[in-house]
């Protein structure tokens, strides 16, 4: 008896142990608490008309089995016959006639109907109405029309094939490569389900830092079992090809873009690529940057590597993603500049199959940066945004920050809407093995941010917010109010604690964690710090105006009206564009001042971040709520180190005295140039 009530009682530990550890994401599914609302849903959703084989359907039938479960805590039966209270899932011929789209209608009948041109609308209208009912919205009269802004919708993963994840925070690569094709982790399904029900549908396996052995046979059986996982919850699979593959595993002398030998190899290697995986997606390319292998090895343009690649994969109706990301160290010009100087000039040089892939911001995913130039000048070239999920810059996976508002910040400034630019749009995962997918549970609101916006720009931050808030914590209005509001105030917070008025790239040296503003020294000078804050005597920040690096250029006429005077540029960028005076006056004070103030502000932000977490105490579960209570503490504490850190630093260039109410601790500046993160996660192995 007493080893049994033993056993139980371990078997209840196990289970609290591992019942809320986020695993689940935003699809969990819980049953509905509020009756009214379980009882309306129930009437609307008897059962389920959804005609059809395919293998969409099939995961649909699945999927809707274990949702309406959980939520509706009953079997729902699929019937072949409708009537009143059928949810209807069915092939329909809408007005608009864009692939994916579909529209969700409930009315009087009872019948609550979803209708699209194709498979991937109605799964996607599946998941549309999910979260409905997960959000608590109101389902009867429904009259929703939905077509995704952007065709394809890609996670880009810097994932290495010995696991190890290039920037990753969250464990290793979900990939087991060793393991595959024979072992098929049941996570890859629930990888590929919380794609889907964001609309992501396209994903490039491993790092841009590309391995030629990925596209040897050896990789593509592995490769192919994940591609037919990912095809029901049409998602398409994309390489990232070496630029020397080639020579390393093709056994030629080189890898010129227009020498025959080397552009049969690449037609050859993508035909055997395409019969293992028929609707492969295509290359992502990273050439001629930081150290890869490119075209210009062979003196050739990237308009030549990329279209070399273009022509192997075109016949099979795949495409290039080419990287813009360069920048040289023995190019004397501002880094901001580099990427603009060498893609402007091959504008329309490109093949149509082939995307000219560019970060959000002109130097490197930094908490904040003005809108890449590249957009909206490459008019006869079609682009592709990339930004990074992970939190490369931005406290990895110990700091809480909702990066929807970044990256609406940098669509909104380049006006893409009506460009070409944004023919597809790339997210550089968040994701590894561990158990709650993204490091931070926050991390989930990235990912999960990310697909929403993917899908549609224009959505709205707090709507991203509330949406990932109610189907991750629940609808408690408080909660929901509270959670959401600190989701959308955390950017500015981060910003301002680190990189505050337009600094930028003052992070410690490889790892990118923490304040290292005085980093000076290290192999390439546009690695630094100090190239980027430019702190002397005079004043802070790098001029791009034309009196300095003249980067502001390369901007459309009327942000460089706005940003080329310092009276006019806003403060968020006043030090990207401009050096500006210790006593220039600002915010009704000296810059030198507001520097600090801002510093300031941002540290007791996160402090309200951390109080206002710990009022939701009641309304989280433990597991979940100590999780981020934990790594908030941390995150206070090192927004601490930054607020000192910073302002100690500066002021050896400043030599002013710190304003009043404004606390640096009691250690010196040399405490905080001491401390060390040698193991850091995710640092880049090849440096
Ligand atoms: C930088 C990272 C580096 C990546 C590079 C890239 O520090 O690890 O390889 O970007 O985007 O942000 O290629």
């Given at each position: 008896?007493?080893?049994l009530?033993?056993?139980?009682?371990?078997?209840?530990?196990?289970?609290?142990?591992?019942?809320?550890?986020?695993?689940r994401?935003?699809?969990?599914?819980?049953?509905?608490?509020?009756?009214?609302?379980?009882?309306?849903?129930?009437?609307?959703?008897?059962?389920?008309?959804?005609?059809?084989?395919s293998?969409?359907?099939?995961?649909?039938?699945?999927?809707l089995?274990?949702?309406?479960?959980?939520?509706?805590?009953?079997?729902?039966?699929?019937?072949?016959?409708?009537?009143?209270?059928?949810?209807v899932?069915?092939?329909?011929?809408?007005?608009?006639a864009?692939?994916?789209?579909?529209?969700?209608?409930?009315?009087?009948?009872?019948?609550?109907?979803?209708?699209?041109?194709?498979?991937a609308?109605?799964?996607?209208?599946?998941?549309h109405?999910?979260?409905?009912?997960?959000?608590?919205?109101?389902?009867?009269?429904?009259?929703?029309?939905?077509?995704?802004?952007?065709?394809?919708?890609?996670?880009?993963?810097?994932?290495?094939?010995?696991?190890?994840?290039?920037?990753g925070?969250?464990?290793?690569?979900?990939?087991?490569?060793?393991?595959?094709?024979?072992?098929?982790?049941?996570?890859?399904?629930?990888?590929?389900?919380?794609?889907?029900?964001?609309?992501?549908?396209?994903?490039?396996?491993?790092?841009?830092?590309a391995?030629?052995?990925?596209?040897t046979?050896?990789?593509?059986?592995?490769?192919?079992?994940?591609?037919?996982?990912?095809?029901?919850?049409?998602?398409?699979?994309?390489?990232?090809?070496?630029?020397?593959?080639?020579?390393?595993?093709g056994?030629?002398?080189?890898?010129?873009?227009?020498?025959?030998?080397?552009?049969?190899?690449?037609?050859?290697?993508?035909?055997?690529i395409?019969?293992?995986?028929?609707?492969?997606?295509?290359?992502?390319?990273?050439?001629?940057?930081?150290?890869?292998?490119?075209?210009?090895?062979?003196?050739?343009?990237?308009?030549?590597?990329?279209?070399?690649?273009?022509?192997?994969?075109?016949?099979?109706?795949?495409?290039?993603?080419?990287?813009?990301?360069?920048?040289?160290?023995?190019?004397?010009?501002?880094?901001?500049?580099?990427?603009?100087?060498?893609?402007?000039?091959?504008d329309?040089?490109?093949n149509?199959?082939?995307?000219?892939?560019?970060?959000?911001?002109?130097?490197?995913?930094?908490?904040?940066?003005?809108?890449?130039?590249?957009?909206?000048?490459?008019?006869?070239?079609?682009?592709?945004?990339?930004?990074?999920?992970?939190?490369?810059?931005?406290?990895?996976?110990?700091?809480?920050?909702?990066?929807?508002?970044?990256?609406?910040?940098?669509?909104?400034q380049?006006?893409?809407k009506?460009?070409?630019?944004?023919?597809?749009?790339?997210?550089?995962?968040?994701?590894?093995?561990?158990?709650?997918?993204?490091?931070?549970?926050?991390?989930?609101?990235?990912?999960?941010?990310?697909?929403?916006?993917?899908?549609?720009?224009?959505?709205?931050?707090?709507?991203?917010?509330?949406?990932?808030?109610?189907?991750?914590?629940?609808?408690?209005?408080?909660?929901?109010?509270?959670?959401?509001?600190?989701?959308?105030?955390?950017?500015?917070?981060?910003?301002?604690?680190?990189?505050?008025?337009?600094?930028?790239?003052?992070?410690?040296?490889?790892?990118?964690?923490?304040?290292g503003?005085?980093?000076?020294?290290?192999?390439?000078?546009?690695?630094?710090?100090?190239?980027?804050?430019?702190?002397?005597?005079?004043?802070?920040?790098?001029?791009?105006?034309?009196?300095?690096?003249?980067?502001?250029?390369?901007?459309?006429?009327?942000?460089?009206?706005?940003?080329?005077?310092?009276?006019?540029?806003?403060?968020?960028?006043?030090?990207?564009?401009?050096?500006?005076?210790?006593?220039?006056?600002?915010?009704?004070?000296?810059?030198?001042?507001?520097?600090?103030n801002?510093?300031?502000?941002?540290l007791?932000?996160v402090?309200?971040?951390?109080t206002?977490?710990?009022?939701m105490?009641?309304?989280?579960?433990?597991?979940?709520?100590?999780h981020?209570?934990?790594?908030?503490?941390?995150?206070?504490?090192?927004?601490?180190?930054?607020?000192?850190?910073?302002?100690?630093?500066?002021?050896?260039?400043?030599?002013?005295?710190i304003?009043?109410?404004?606390?640096?601790?009691?250690?010196?500046?040399?405490?905080?140039?001491?401390?060390?993160?040698?193991?850091?996660?995710g640092?880049?192995?090849?440096w």
């Amino acid at each position: 008896m007493r080893n049994l009530l033993t056993g139980l009682l371990f078997l209840l530990c196990v289970q609290s142990a591992y019942s809320e550890d986020g695993y689940r994401l935003w699809l969990r599914y819980d049953k509905i608490k509020d009756e009214r609302l379980l009882n309306l849903y129930r009437s609307r959703i008897k059962n389920i008309y959804l005609p059809g084989t395919s293998g969409t359907i099939a995961v649909m039938k699945s999927e809707l089995t274990t949702a309406l479960k959980g939520l509706l805590d009953k079997e729902v039966p699929f019937t072949d016959k409708i009537t009143s209270g059928t949810l209807v899932i069915k092939i329909a011929t809408l007005g608009i006639a864009v692939p994916e789209s579909y529209t969700i209608t409930s009315g009087k009948s009872q019948n609550i109907t979803i209708g699209s041109p194709d498979d991937a609308g109605l799964l996607y209208g599946m998941f549309h109405l999910l979260r409905l009912l997960q959000t608590h919205s109101d389902v009867s009269s429904l009259n929703v029309i939905e077509s995704p802004k952007i065709k394809t919708r890609i996670l880009n993963h810097w994932d290495n094939l010995d696991r190890t994840v290039e920037r990753g925070y969250a464990g290793f690569s979900i990939w087991d490569w060793h393991r595959l094709p024979e072992y098929v982790d049941p996570r890859y399904t629930d990888y590929a389900r919380a794609n889907a029900s964001i609309g992501i549908n396209a994903v490039s396996l491993t790092n841009v830092n590309a391995n030629a052995l990925l596209i040897t046979p050896a990789y593509l059986e592995k490769v192919k079992v994940l591609a037919d996982l990912f095809r029901p919850w049409h998602i398409k699979v994309f390489l990232t090809a070496r630029f020397s593959a080639p020579m390393e595993i093709g056994g030629l002398k080189t890898a010129d873009p227009l020498d025959a030998d080397v552009k049969q190899w690449w037609k050859n290697k993508a035909d055997e690529i395409y019969k293992y995986v028929p609707d492969f997606g295509g290359f992502l390319v990273k050439a001629n940057s930081e150290g890869q292998p490119g075209p210009q090895n062979y003196n050739r343009t990237h308009a030549d590597g990329a279209n070399m690649l273009a022509e192997a994969v075109g016949p099979h109706g795949g495409i290039v993603m080419w990287r813009a990301f360069v920048y040289d160290s023995n190019v004397p010009d501002d880094r901001a500049k580099q990427a603009y100087s060498e893609f402007k000039p091959l504008d329309g040089k490109f093949n149509d199959n082939v995307i000219v892939q560019v970060k959000n911001g002109p130097i490197d995913f930094q908490p904040r940066e003005p809108y890449h130039p590249l957009f909206g000048t490459m008019k006869s070239t079609p682009l592709m945004m990339e930004l990074q999920i992970t939190q490369e810059y931005l406290g990895q996976a110990t700091h809480l920050v909702f990066l929807p508002v970044l990256w609406k910040e940098n669509i909104d400034q380049a006006d893409l809407k009506e460009s070409n630019a944004l023919k597809a749009v790339a997210g550089v995962a968040n994701i590894g093995n561990d158990r709650n997918w993204t490091g931070h549970l926050f991390g989930q609101s990235n990912w999960y941010g990310y697909g929403r916006l993917a899908w549609d720009y224009n959505a709205a931050s707090k709507q991203i917010a509330d949406e990932w808030t109610r189907m991750t914590f629940g609808n408690d209005a408080d909660l929901v109010q509270n959670v959401s509001a600190l989701m959308l105030s955390s950017h500015e917070t981060i910003v301002n604690y680190m990189t505050p008025l337009g600094l930028h790239h003052i992070m410690g040296a490889n790892h990118h964690y923490g304040p290292g503003p005085w980093v000076s020294k290290m192999s390439r000078a546009d690695w630094t710090s100090t190239y980027y804050h430019k702190a002397d005597s005079l004043g802070i920040g790098f001029d791009r105006t034309d009196k300095g690096s003249k980067a502001l250029e390369q901007y459309p006429n009327d942000a460089q009206k706005l940003w080329d005077s310092k009276d006019t540029c806003p403060e968020q960028l006043l030090l990207w564009f401009h050096h500006v005076g210790w006593n220039h006056k600002i915010a009704g004070t000296t810059l030198w001042d507001h520097l600090c103030n801002t510093y300031d502000k941002g540290l007791t932000n996160v402090r309200d971040m951390q109080t206002s977490w710990k009022s939701m105490s009641s309304k989280v579960d433990s597991d979940r709520f100590k999780h981020v209570s934990m790594l908030l503490d941390r995150q206070v504490k090192e927004a601490e180190l930054w607020h000192h850190s910073c302002i100690l630093y500066f002021q050896t260039f400043s030599k002013k005295p710190i304003p009043n109410g404004i606390n640096v601790g009691d250690k010196p500046l040399e405490y905080y140039i001491g401390l060390q993160y040698p193991y850091a996660p995710g640092i880049r192995p090849r440096w």
